[in-house]
């Protein structure tokens, strides 16, 4: 059971439901309910698995072999993310036409990233993009929102030189780091 449940990446995910709930607190906002920060853990389980599932031959390699030898299993976990996220970006949407559209380029940053791997800085830089989003949440809601876009500056950065410095390790410059 625990490398499905690691394959959910649920340090990420939550974080990024927790980075939604911070950009409120930043904003001097009331908490939102469970459901946007809810449909932000969901996209991001989603990602995560989906990024699993493009890269299990590859995987297989490093050690990682869940999607590798349950293939159909662990389709079916993607798939039922998918349709989770998807409906709870349609609930919020339908509540909040904005922060569905955030929601729906998360979805489409998630599904887009194994497509650009081969273009150089395009990932590192989708990945902090993304990654960093939920911060924008209270952009939509407030007139003055410079303390929101530095928010979602600096946690873009910090999630860029993260991608950086595990690109160099993934390339094998482990001595530099």
Not at 7 to 36: D, E, M, N, Q, Y
Not at 39 to 48: D, L, N
Not at 71 to 84: P, R
Request: aromatic share 10%; proline share 5%; charged share 15%.
């Amino acid at each position: 059971m625990k490398p499905w449940i690691q394959s959910l990446r649920p340090a990420v995910s939550i974080l990024a439901g927790l980075l939604t709930l911070a950009s409120f607190k930043v904003a001097g906002l009331s908490s939102p309910s469970w459901l946007i920060p809810g449909a932000v853990i969901a996209i991001f389980s989603a990602i995560m698995v989906h990024n699993d599932w493009r890269d299990r031959l590859q995987d297989v390699k490093k050690g990682k072999t869940l999607a590798a030898t349950q293939l159909k299993k662990f389709l079916s976990l993607l798939i039922s993310l998918w349709i989770v996220a998807v409906i709870l970006t349609a609930i919020v949407w339908q509540q909040n036409i904005r922060f569905g559209i955030l929601l729906a380029l998360m979805i489409l940053a998630g599904v887009i990233y194994s497509e650009t791997r081969q273009i150089p800085m395009v990932p590192a830089i989708l990945v902090a993009i993304a990654s960093a989003s939920p911060a924008l949440f209270p952009v939509f809601i407030i007139d003055n929102s410079v303390r929101l876009w530095l928010f979602f500056s600096a946690v873009a950065l910090v999630i860029f030189s993260r991608e950086i410095i595990k690109d160099l390790i993934d390339l094998g410059v482990e001595s530099v780091v």
